[in-house]
Structures are given as structure tokens and as C-alpha cells.
Nanobody, 120 residues
Framework: QVQLVESGGGLVQAGGSLRLSCAAS????????TGWFRQAAGKQREAVAD???????NYADSVKGRFTISRDNAKNTVYLQMNSLKPEDTAVYLC??????????????WGQGTQVTVSS
């Protein structure tokens, strides 16, 4: 089992920055990918960024150039640095950890989420 705890959310003005953290514990060696997702009120959950155990990263088009995902293996923590925030970035941000399944990944473990609110 893997436990994930997010932190770092809050209220920020448009143009500001926040850094989210996702700390993993438990059987962390099984994690092959960690992703950040977000869900705004009344909208479907969407993928924001992910990072594999090999260090490869992917970003949603809406956050490219503004958000950066990184990892600290010694701390079993993945970060999401969010710059130039916009009101449309307002959402609950969730961290998820996945295992390798065939040629892809499956997210089996989820955190509780952290609220990010960007005021205009």
C-alpha cells in the first residue's frame, strides 16, 4: 500500500506562484509514475502533469511553460511548482501514484487533495 499526502495549496492572486508537495509513504518502491490532477467545481478531473520513476515528464497544454513537476527521491516527494497562476487554475489538486501495467500505467493510489484558489 502507498499513502499520499498533499500540501501547499492556498489562496493566491493571479500571476502569483504556489508549490504543491506530494509526500509518499508505505511501499514507495512500487510507484512508477506520480501525477498531479485537478478538478474544478462542476468540471471533470483533468491531468495536469506527471513524472515517471525514470524522470520523464508530461504536461497538459494548459500549464506548459507555467508549471514544473519535479521529484526528490530521498524524501519520496513530488512537487508541482505553479507560476503565473490564472483564475482558471482554481481547483482541488490531487496527487496520484501509479504502477506499471503493460506498456502503460495505472493510478492506484490517490491523495486527499489540496485546494488552490486563484483570485483575479
Amino acid at each position: 500500500q502507498v499513502q499520499l499526502v498533499e500540501s501547499g495549496g492556498g489562496l493566491v492572486q493571479a500571476g502569483g506562484s504556489l508549490r504543491l508537495s506530494c509526500a509518499a509513504s508505505g511501499s514507495v518502491s512500487i510507484i512508477k509514475i506520480t501525477g498531479w490532477f485537478r478538478q474544478a467545481a462542476g468540471k471533470q478531473r483533468e491531468a495536469v502533469a506527471d513524472i515517471t520513476s525514470a524522470g520523464g515528464t508530461n504536461y497538459a497544454d494548459s500549464v506548459k511553460g507555467r508549471f514544473t513537476i519535479s521529484r526528490d527521491n530521498a524524501k519520496n516527494t513530488v512537487y508541482l511548482q505553479m507560476n503565473s497562476l490564472k483564475p482558471e487554475d482554481t481547483a482541488v489538486y490531487l496527487c496520484a501514484a501509479g504502477i506499471r501495467v503493460g506498456l502503460g500505467y495505472r493510478y492506484d493510489y490517490w491523495g486527499q487533495g489540496t485546494q488552490v484558489t486563484v483570485s483575479s
